[in-house]
């Protein structure tokens, strides 16, 4: 079993910065992967970004340039620093760990608003 608890949400204006960080425990241990999924209202959940135990990311093109992911494998943590943001990037935002087996494990979501 893993625990995600998500913190950093919060509220920005448009153009502005914001990081987001999970923090993972629990088993651990073995090739993974942790990402940020997000929820905007009445849409459905998207990918946003995920890196791998070995440090390959993968960004959905809608941030791409600006959002970066990053982990700390020794603390299990995974941070989504976000910059530039636009209004549309207003989301519930939700951790998300995977591992070899493809067991898929959810943080209850921090919630990120951008206003215009």
């Known amino acids: 079993q893993v625990r995600l608890v998500e913190s950093g949400g919060g509220l920005a204006q448009s153009g502005g910065s914001l990081t987001i960080s999970c923090a993972a425990s629990?088993?651990?241990?073995?090739?993974?992967?942790m990402g940020w999924y997000r929820q905007p209202p009445g849409k459905e959940r998207e990918l946003v970004a995920a890196?791998?135990?070995?440090?390959?990311?993968n960004y959905a093109d809608s941030v791409k340039g600006r959002f970066t992911i990053s982990r700390d494998n020794a603390k299990n943590t995974v941070d989504l620093q976000m910059s530039s943001l636009k209004p549309e990037d207003t989301a519930v935002y939700y951790c998300?760990?995977?591992?070899?087996?493809?067991?898929?494990?959810w943080g209850e979501g921090t919630r990120v608003t951008v206003s215009s």
């Open positions: 890196i791998t135990s070995l440090g390959v990311t």
């Open positions: 998300n760990f995977r591992n070899v087996r493809g067991s898929t494990y």
């Open positions: 629990g088993f651990i241990s073995g090739y993974n992967t």
